[in-house]
Structures are given as C-alpha cells and as structure tokens.
C-alpha cells in the first residue's frame, strides 16, 4: 500500500524556521515527480514546491529563495525547509507524488499543520 505520512508541522514566530518531511512507503521518493502543496482556510490549494526525479526543483513565486524542497533517498523521505517563515505561510501542508509524465498528483498524505504567527 502506497502511503505518505507529513510531519514536523508547528506553530512558529515570523522570521523563524520549520522544516517538514514527507516519509514514504510503499512509493520510492527518487522513482517519480513529489512536491509540497499547501492549503489555507477559505482558499485553494496551492502548489509550494516540486522536484523531480532529476532533482530539478520549482518553486512558487511566495516561497522562492526562502524554501527549500529535497529528498534523501537513503531515508525514502522528502523534507521542506522553511526559513523566513510569514504570517501568509499559515495552512495546512500536504506532500503528494506522481509519475512524471503525468498531469496530476494521486498520491497524497493527509497534511501537516503549520500556523506562523507575527
């Protein structure tokens, strides 16, 4: 059974730091396309990052230069390393994963909490 677990999800001041990591199992982090999607009350899902299978990384325009999205193959774990965290960086943060060469995202975790406050 495919399975993505989030954790690492807090609350935090602005101007500090959180880093989440995605665990996977019954997926290999390293075989398709993950990414990092959050979702705020009353809004709609948004993607934060994505990374590939060649390690080739986007990322939303909000979070560029203060996130930083990676995979540690040895551990089959992705992680989200947030610095400079804002008080707009509040949702709920949720891994997912896919095969590259498809459109859409169908594995998903069931998300993490993060509420940064000023």
């Known amino acids: 059974q495919v399975r993505l677990m989030e954790s690492g999800g807090a609350s935090a001041q602005a101007g500090g730091s959180l880093t989440l990591s995605c665990a996977a199992s019954?997926?290999?982090?390293?075989?398709?396309?993950m990414g990092w999607f959050r979702q705020a009350p009353g809004k709609e899902r948004e993607v934060v990052a994505r990374i590939d299978n060649l390690d080739t990384t986007i990322y939303a325009d909000s979070v560029q230069g203060r996130f930083t999205i990676s995979k540690d193959n040895a551990k089959n774990t992705l992680s989200l390393q947030m610095n400079s965290l804002e008080p707009e960086d509040t949702a709920k943060y949720y891994c997912a994963a896919k095969l590259c060469w498809k459109g859409w995202y169908d594995i998903w975790g069931q998300g993490t909490q993060v509420t940064v406050s000023s």
């Open positions: 019954g997926y290999i982090v390293n075989s398709g396309c």
